[in-house]
Protein backbone atom coordinates (compact mmCIF):
# COMPACT_ATOMS: atom_id res chain seq x y z
CA UNK A 1 0.00 0.00 0.00
CA UNK A 2 1.78 3.20 -0.96
CA UNK A 3 0.40 6.63 1.11
CA UNK A 4 -0.22 9.62 0.59
CA UNK A 5 3.16 11.60 1.11
CA UNK A 6 3.48 11.91 5.03
CA UNK A 7 6.23 14.59 5.05
CA UNK A 8 5.37 18.12 3.75
CA UNK A 9 7.50 20.88 5.00
CA UNK A 10 5.42 20.82 8.61
CA UNK A 11 4.19 17.12 9.13
CA UNK A 12 6.57 15.05 10.93
CA UNK A 13 6.11 11.45 12.02
CA UNK A 14 8.17 9.41 14.44
CA UNK A 15 8.57 5.82 13.71
CA UNK A 16 9.94 3.30 16.38
CA UNK A 17 9.26 -0.04 17.15
CA UNK A 18 8.16 0.12 20.33
CA UNK A 19 7.42 3.17 22.50
CA UNK A 20 10.72 5.04 24.85
CA UNK A 21 9.06 3.66 28.14
CA UNK A 22 12.36 2.19 30.06
CA UNK A 23 15.56 3.92 31.42
CA UNK A 24 17.53 1.80 29.17
CA UNK A 25 20.77 3.75 29.31
CA UNK A 26 22.32 6.69 31.09
CA UNK A 27 23.97 9.27 28.85
CA UNK A 28 27.35 11.27 30.28
CA UNK A 29 29.22 13.44 28.73
CA UNK A 30 30.76 17.30 28.80
CA UNK A 31 29.97 20.84 28.13
CA UNK A 32 30.73 24.03 29.13
CA UNK A 33 27.85 26.48 30.80
CA UNK A 34 24.21 25.11 30.01
CA UNK A 35 23.18 23.13 27.06
CA UNK A 36 19.95 22.84 25.46
CA UNK A 37 18.84 19.67 27.93
CA UNK A 38 20.21 21.70 31.07
CA UNK A 39 16.40 21.12 32.34
CA UNK A 40 17.03 17.37 32.32
CA UNK A 41 20.87 17.31 33.91
CA UNK A 42 20.27 14.53 36.91
CA UNK A 43 23.68 15.45 38.09
CA UNK A 44 27.09 16.99 36.80
CA UNK A 45 30.66 17.18 38.24
CA UNK A 46 33.17 19.90 37.79
CA UNK A 47 36.18 17.31 39.15
CA UNK A 48 36.74 13.91 38.07
CA UNK A 49 39.42 11.59 39.40
CA UNK A 50 41.57 9.67 37.03
CA UNK A 51 43.25 5.94 37.86
CA UNK A 52 46.07 4.14 35.99
CA UNK A 53 49.02 2.24 36.98
CA UNK A 54 51.14 4.86 35.41
CA UNK A 55 49.38 7.92 36.56
CA UNK A 56 46.44 9.14 39.03
CA UNK A 57 45.24 12.24 39.56
CA UNK A 58 41.91 14.50 40.48
CA UNK A 59 41.54 16.85 37.81
CA UNK A 60 39.89 20.02 37.40
CA UNK A 61 36.91 20.29 34.40
CA UNK A 62 36.37 23.66 34.55
CA UNK A 63 35.16 25.48 32.40
CA UNK A 64 33.76 21.82 31.13
CA UNK A 65 31.09 19.97 33.30
CA UNK A 66 30.74 16.41 33.23
CA UNK A 67 27.02 15.77 33.23
CA UNK A 68 24.65 12.78 33.40
CA UNK A 69 21.31 12.75 31.86
CA UNK A 70 19.26 9.65 32.78
CA UNK A 71 17.71 7.80 28.83
CA UNK A 72 14.09 8.01 30.80
CA UNK A 73 13.97 11.77 31.62
CA UNK A 74 15.28 12.75 28.05
CA UNK A 75 12.60 10.48 26.87
CA UNK A 76 9.71 12.19 28.20
CA UNK A 77 10.95 15.45 27.81
CA UNK A 78 10.82 14.57 24.22
CA UNK A 79 7.35 13.04 23.81
CA UNK A 80 6.33 16.14 26.57
CA UNK A 81 7.56 18.86 23.41
CA UNK A 82 6.06 16.99 20.66
CA UNK A 83 2.47 16.67 22.53
CA UNK A 84 2.76 20.50 22.18
CA UNK A 85 3.13 20.39 18.74
CA UNK A 86 0.11 19.38 16.40
CA UNK A 87 2.39 18.17 13.24
CA UNK A 88 4.20 15.93 14.95
CA UNK A 89 2.73 11.97 15.11
CA UNK A 90 4.89 8.87 16.58
CA UNK A 91 3.93 5.69 14.90
CA UNK A 92 5.01 2.08 16.50
CA UNK A 93 5.58 -0.37 14.33
CA UNK A 94 9.24 -1.99 12.82
CA UNK A 95 10.53 -0.63 9.96
CA UNK A 96 11.53 -2.87 7.21
CA UNK A 97 13.80 -0.36 5.20
CA UNK A 98 14.19 3.35 3.95
CA UNK A 99 15.56 4.44 0.39
CA UNK A 100 14.84 7.23 -2.41
CA UNK A 101 12.81 6.72 -5.71
CA UNK A 102 12.05 9.39 -8.09
CA UNK A 103 13.60 12.14 -5.62
CA UNK A 104 11.26 10.74 -3.36
CA UNK A 105 12.09 9.46 0.41
CA UNK A 106 10.30 6.41 1.71
CA UNK A 107 9.93 4.22 4.70
CA UNK A 108 8.92 0.70 4.37
CA UNK A 109 6.52 -0.92 6.93
CA UNK A 110 4.65 -4.07 7.45
CA UNK A 111 1.40 -2.06 7.13
CA UNK A 112 2.68 0.03 4.12
CA UNK A 113 5.01 2.43 2.78
CA UNK A 114 5.23 5.97 4.21
CA UNK A 115 6.64 8.70 1.50
CA UNK A 116 8.24 12.10 2.09
CA UNK A 117 10.79 14.85 1.40
CA UNK A 118 13.53 13.62 3.95
CA UNK A 119 13.97 10.20 5.76
CA UNK A 120 16.22 11.13 9.24
CA UNK A 121 17.34 7.24 9.83
CA UNK A 122 19.13 6.35 13.10
CA UNK A 123 18.46 2.73 12.71
CA UNK A 124 21.58 0.12 12.00
CA UNK A 125 19.88 -2.61 10.04
CA UNK A 126 23.01 -4.42 9.60
CA UNK A 127 26.36 -4.75 11.20
CA UNK A 128 28.65 -2.63 8.64
CA UNK A 129 30.62 -5.11 6.33
CA UNK A 130 34.46 -4.27 7.22
CA UNK A 131 36.90 -3.74 4.54
CA UNK A 132 40.80 -4.09 4.40
CA UNK A 133 42.60 -1.85 6.92
CA UNK A 134 39.07 -1.43 8.99
CA UNK A 135 38.64 -1.91 12.20
CA UNK A 136 36.22 -2.56 15.19
CA UNK A 137 36.72 -2.64 18.74
CA UNK A 138 33.01 -2.63 20.78
CA UNK A 139 33.20 -0.66 23.79
CA UNK A 140 30.89 -2.63 25.91
CA UNK A 141 30.01 -2.11 29.51
CA UNK A 142 27.69 -3.51 32.13
CA UNK A 143 26.62 -0.62 34.76
CA UNK A 144 24.97 -0.74 38.54
CA UNK A 145 23.14 2.13 40.22
CA UNK A 146 23.94 0.99 43.77
CA UNK A 147 22.85 1.90 47.30
CA UNK A 148 24.98 1.06 50.15
CA UNK A 149 24.04 1.51 54.01
CA UNK A 150 26.85 3.72 54.98
CA UNK A 151 27.71 6.71 53.58
CA UNK A 152 31.15 5.74 50.99
CA UNK A 153 30.77 8.59 48.15
CA UNK A 154 31.92 11.92 47.46
CA UNK A 155 28.90 13.08 46.02
CA UNK A 156 31.55 16.24 44.33
CA UNK A 157 33.67 14.00 42.05
CA UNK A 158 32.98 11.45 39.50
CA UNK A 159 35.48 8.75 38.43
CA UNK A 160 36.49 9.20 34.62
CA UNK A 161 38.44 6.13 33.84
CA UNK A 162 39.87 4.31 36.59
CA UNK A 163 42.34 1.94 34.58
CA UNK A 164 43.67 0.09 37.86
CA UNK A 165 41.71 -2.91 37.08
CA UNK A 166 42.93 -6.10 35.11
CA UNK A 167 44.00 -5.21 31.62
CA UNK A 168 44.36 -8.66 30.49
CA UNK A 169 40.77 -8.53 27.53
CA UNK A 170 42.75 -5.27 26.59
CA UNK A 171 41.12 -1.28 27.66
CA UNK A 172 39.46 -1.93 30.96
CA UNK A 173 38.20 1.06 33.19
CA UNK A 174 35.57 1.60 35.32
CA UNK A 175 33.50 4.86 36.06
CA UNK A 176 31.83 5.47 39.44
CA UNK A 177 29.36 8.11 39.12
CA UNK A 178 27.90 9.13 42.67
CA UNK A 179 24.51 10.40 42.70
CA UNK A 180 24.69 10.98 46.77
CA UNK A 181 26.50 9.71 49.54
CA UNK A 182 24.99 6.41 49.57
CA UNK A 183 24.53 6.15 45.97
CA UNK A 184 26.28 5.76 42.53
CA UNK A 185 26.13 4.27 38.90
CA UNK A 186 28.88 2.00 38.83
CA UNK A 187 30.05 1.10 35.12
CA UNK A 188 32.67 -1.96 34.11
CA UNK A 189 33.85 -0.64 30.95
CA UNK A 190 36.24 -2.49 27.59
CA UNK A 191 37.25 -1.62 24.38
CA UNK A 192 38.10 -5.36 23.26
CA UNK A 193 37.08 -7.64 19.83
CA UNK A 194 34.63 -9.46 21.68
CA UNK A 195 32.37 -9.40 24.57
CA UNK A 196 32.46 -10.74 27.77
CA UNK A 197 30.18 -13.77 29.83
CA UNK A 198 27.43 -11.69 31.78
CA UNK A 199 29.05 -13.43 34.38
CA UNK A 200 32.47 -11.53 34.20
CA UNK A 201 31.05 -8.37 34.06
CA UNK A 202 29.37 -9.03 37.29
CA UNK A 203 32.15 -10.35 38.63
CA UNK A 204 34.03 -7.63 38.07
CA UNK A 205 31.97 -5.08 39.48
CA UNK A 206 31.58 -7.10 42.50
CA UNK A 207 35.13 -7.33 43.14
CA UNK A 208 36.35 -3.75 42.19
CA UNK A 209 33.31 -2.25 44.73
CA UNK A 210 35.00 -4.44 47.64
CA UNK A 211 39.05 -3.94 46.69
CA UNK A 212 39.05 -0.11 45.91
CA UNK A 213 36.00 0.91 47.49
CA UNK A 214 35.43 -1.31 50.28
CA UNK A 215 32.08 -1.90 49.60
CA UNK A 216 30.80 -5.84 50.17
CA UNK A 217 27.17 -5.04 50.79
CA UNK A 218 25.27 -3.16 48.79
CA UNK A 219 22.12 -3.49 46.62
CA UNK A 220 21.52 -3.14 42.90
CA UNK A 221 18.20 -0.24 42.39
CA UNK A 222 19.35 -0.13 38.21
CA UNK A 223 21.10 -2.39 35.63
CA UNK A 224 22.27 -1.36 32.37
CA UNK A 225 24.30 -3.09 29.92
CA UNK A 226 25.39 -1.48 26.34
CA UNK A 227 27.87 -1.91 23.42
CA UNK A 228 29.26 0.73 21.14
CA UNK A 229 31.14 0.17 18.20
CA UNK A 230 34.19 1.86 17.93
CA UNK A 231 35.37 1.70 14.55
CA UNK A 232 37.02 3.57 11.43
CA UNK A 233 34.55 1.81 8.99
CA UNK A 234 32.92 4.90 7.56
CA UNK A 235 29.17 4.59 7.79
CA UNK A 236 26.97 6.45 5.26
CA UNK A 237 25.82 10.00 6.12
CA UNK A 238 23.53 10.55 3.08
CA UNK A 239 21.91 8.11 0.83
CA UNK A 240 19.54 10.08 -1.86
CA UNK A 241 17.01 12.22 0.66
CA UNK A 242 17.78 9.24 3.21
CA UNK A 243 20.01 11.07 6.29
CA UNK A 244 21.97 8.51 8.59
CA UNK A 245 21.48 10.12 12.30
CA UNK A 246 23.54 8.69 15.32
CA UNK A 247 25.42 5.18 15.51
CA UNK A 248 23.80 4.68 12.21
CA UNK A 249 25.57 7.78 10.61
CA UNK A 250 28.68 7.09 12.31
CA UNK A 251 28.44 9.74 15.23
CA UNK A 252 29.58 7.76 17.34
CA UNK A 253 33.87 9.09 17.93
CA UNK A 254 35.80 6.09 17.02
CA UNK A 255 38.30 6.53 19.65
CA UNK A 256 36.09 6.85 22.68
CA UNK A 257 33.21 5.79 21.90
CA UNK A 258 31.26 8.97 22.66
CA UNK A 259 28.14 10.04 21.25
CA UNK A 260 25.77 12.20 22.74
CA UNK A 261 26.97 15.36 22.07
CA UNK A 262 28.15 14.60 18.52
CA UNK A 263 24.42 13.49 18.01
CA UNK A 264 23.33 16.93 19.09
CA UNK A 265 25.56 18.72 17.20
CA UNK A 266 25.02 17.11 13.79
CA UNK A 267 21.06 17.64 14.64
CA UNK A 268 21.59 20.92 15.39
CA UNK A 269 23.26 21.53 12.50
CA UNK A 270 20.66 19.41 10.61
CA UNK A 271 17.44 22.14 11.71
CA UNK A 272 19.46 25.05 10.97
CA UNK A 273 19.69 24.34 7.24
CA UNK A 274 16.22 23.22 7.39
CA UNK A 275 15.25 26.30 9.14
CA UNK A 276 16.73 28.11 5.56
CA UNK A 277 15.24 25.58 2.81
CA UNK A 278 18.29 23.99 2.48
CA UNK A 279 19.49 20.31 2.09
CA UNK A 280 20.03 19.21 5.50
CA UNK A 281 23.01 17.93 5.52
CA UNK A 282 26.31 17.74 4.27
CA UNK A 283 29.40 14.89 3.38
CA UNK A 284 32.00 15.07 6.15
CA UNK A 285 34.19 18.02 6.02
CA UNK A 286 38.07 17.89 6.33
CA UNK A 287 37.80 18.74 10.12
CA UNK A 288 35.64 16.06 10.63
CA UNK A 289 38.04 13.99 8.15
CA UNK A 290 41.32 14.85 10.31
CA UNK A 291 39.61 13.48 13.34
CA UNK A 292 38.71 10.85 12.07
CA UNK A 293 42.36 10.22 10.68
CA UNK A 294 43.45 10.63 15.17
CA UNK A 295 40.87 7.93 15.73
CA UNK A 296 41.64 5.43 12.81
CA UNK A 297 45.49 5.99 14.45
CA UNK A 298 44.68 4.84 17.78
CA UNK A 299 42.05 1.95 16.95
CA UNK A 300 44.90 0.96 15.31
CA UNK A 301 47.00 1.05 18.31
CA UNK A 302 44.13 -0.38 20.17
CA UNK A 303 43.38 -3.01 17.53
CA UNK A 304 46.80 -4.36 17.26
CA UNK A 305 47.46 -4.05 20.76
CA UNK A 306 50.96 -1.76 20.50
CA UNK A 307 49.95 0.09 23.61
CA UNK A 308 47.11 -0.78 25.81
CA UNK A 309 44.49 1.96 26.43
CA UNK A 310 45.69 2.75 29.66
CA UNK A 311 48.78 3.71 28.87
CA UNK A 312 47.30 6.28 26.11
CA UNK A 313 44.88 7.74 28.26
CA UNK A 314 47.22 8.08 31.18
CA UNK A 315 50.46 9.69 29.05
CA UNK A 316 47.85 12.28 27.79
CA UNK A 317 45.99 13.02 31.19
CA UNK A 318 49.44 13.81 32.98
CA UNK A 319 50.58 15.86 30.23
CA UNK A 320 47.83 17.94 29.31
CA UNK A 321 45.33 20.31 31.39
CA UNK A 322 41.96 18.25 31.26
CA UNK A 323 40.18 20.92 29.48
CA UNK A 324 42.61 20.61 26.32
CA UNK A 325 41.62 17.03 26.34
CA UNK A 326 38.05 17.18 26.59
CA UNK A 327 38.12 19.89 23.46
CA UNK A 328 40.17 17.34 21.71
CA UNK A 329 37.76 14.49 22.20
CA UNK A 330 35.63 16.76 21.19
CA UNK A 331 37.17 17.16 17.53
CA UNK A 332 37.38 20.89 18.37
CA UNK A 333 41.45 21.15 18.81
CA UNK A 334 43.25 22.87 15.79
CA UNK A 335 46.33 21.75 14.60
CA UNK A 336 48.60 23.06 17.57
CA UNK A 337 47.07 21.61 19.83
CA UNK A 338 46.74 18.43 18.24
CA UNK A 339 50.28 18.70 18.27
CA UNK A 340 50.69 18.88 22.24
CA UNK A 341 48.51 15.93 22.31
CA UNK A 342 50.08 13.71 19.96
CA UNK A 343 53.44 14.67 21.51
CA UNK A 344 52.26 13.45 25.02
CA UNK A 345 51.98 9.63 23.71
CA UNK A 346 55.06 7.63 22.82
CA UNK A 347 55.77 8.93 19.78
CA UNK A 348 57.68 5.77 17.96
CA UNK A 349 54.42 4.01 18.05
CA UNK A 350 51.89 6.34 16.96
CA UNK A 351 54.04 7.68 13.98
CA UNK A 352 54.79 3.98 12.33
CA UNK A 353 50.46 3.47 13.56
CA UNK A 354 49.83 7.08 11.62
CA UNK A 355 51.98 6.09 8.44
CA UNK A 356 50.02 2.41 8.29
CA UNK A 357 46.89 4.55 8.38
CA UNK A 358 47.68 7.43 6.12
CA UNK A 359 48.60 4.82 3.16
CA UNK A 360 46.44 2.18 3.92
C1 LIG B 1 23.41 1.76 27.65
C2 LIG B 1 24.06 2.83 26.83
C3 LIG B 1 24.69 3.90 27.46
C4 LIG B 1 25.30 4.90 26.70
N1 LIG B 1 25.94 5.92 27.34
C5 LIG B 1 26.51 6.91 26.63
C6 LIG B 1 27.13 7.99 27.31
O1 LIG B 1 27.22 8.02 28.52
N2 LIG B 1 27.65 8.99 26.55
C7 LIG B 1 27.60 8.99 25.18
O2 LIG B 1 28.08 9.95 24.56
N3 LIG B 1 27.04 7.95 24.53
C8 LIG B 1 26.49 6.92 25.21
N4 LIG B 1 25.89 5.88 24.54
C9 LIG B 1 26.01 5.85 23.07
C10 LIG B 1 24.94 6.68 22.32
O3 LIG B 1 24.87 8.00 22.83
C11 LIG B 1 23.57 6.02 22.46
O4 LIG B 1 23.64 4.72 21.96
C12 LIG B 1 22.50 6.82 21.68
O5 LIG B 1 21.26 6.42 22.16
C13 LIG B 1 22.63 6.57 20.19
O6 LIG B 1 21.56 7.20 19.54
P1 LIG B 1 20.97 6.59 18.21
O7 LIG B 1 19.88 7.50 17.80
O8 LIG B 1 22.05 6.29 17.27
O9 LIG B 1 20.39 5.16 18.62
P2 LIG B 1 19.21 4.80 19.60
O10 LIG B 1 19.08 5.78 20.70
O11 LIG B 1 19.45 3.37 19.97
O12 LIG B 1 17.92 4.94 18.69
C14 LIG B 1 17.62 4.03 17.65
C15 LIG B 1 16.13 3.81 17.69
O13 LIG B 1 15.77 2.99 16.58
C16 LIG B 1 14.79 2.08 17.02
N5 LIG B 1 14.84 0.95 16.09
C17 LIG B 1 15.86 0.07 15.90
N6 LIG B 1 15.55 -0.79 14.91
C18 LIG B 1 14.32 -0.46 14.47
C19 LIG B 1 13.46 -0.95 13.45
N7 LIG B 1 13.83 -1.96 12.65
N8 LIG B 1 12.26 -0.37 13.29
C20 LIG B 1 11.87 0.68 14.05
N9 LIG B 1 12.64 1.21 15.02
C21 LIG B 1 13.85 0.64 15.22
C22 LIG B 1 15.15 1.74 18.44
O14 LIG B 1 14.02 1.27 19.15
C23 LIG B 1 15.65 3.11 18.95
O15 LIG B 1 14.62 3.84 19.54
C24 LIG B 1 25.28 4.85 25.27
C25 LIG B 1 24.65 3.77 24.66
C26 LIG B 1 24.05 2.78 25.41
C27 LIG B 1 23.41 1.62 24.69
Same mark, same amino acid.
Given at each position: MMRE???? %?KKILVVDK???????RTWCFWEQG %???FESLVYRQWTEVDFYSTHFSAGLPLLPYRYKMIRGIDFYRHIQELAKEKTNIHFLYEPVMTTGTKDDIAFVELASGTYTAKYVFNSILFQQPKLHTGEYMLLQHFKGWVIETEMPVFNPGKAT?? %?????QEEGTTFMYVLPLSATSALVEYTLFTAKLLSQEKYTTALKSYLEK????AKFKIEHEEFGIIPMTNHVFPSIEGRVIYMGIAGG?????????FQFIQKKTAAIVANLIKSRFPAQQINLKERKFRFYDSVLLNVLHYRKLNGDQVFASIFKKNPPARVLRFLDNETGLWEDLQIMNSVPTGVFLKAAMQELFR
Open positions: PFFD %DAPKITND %DGLFM %DFRVSYLGIQAKGSSGYA
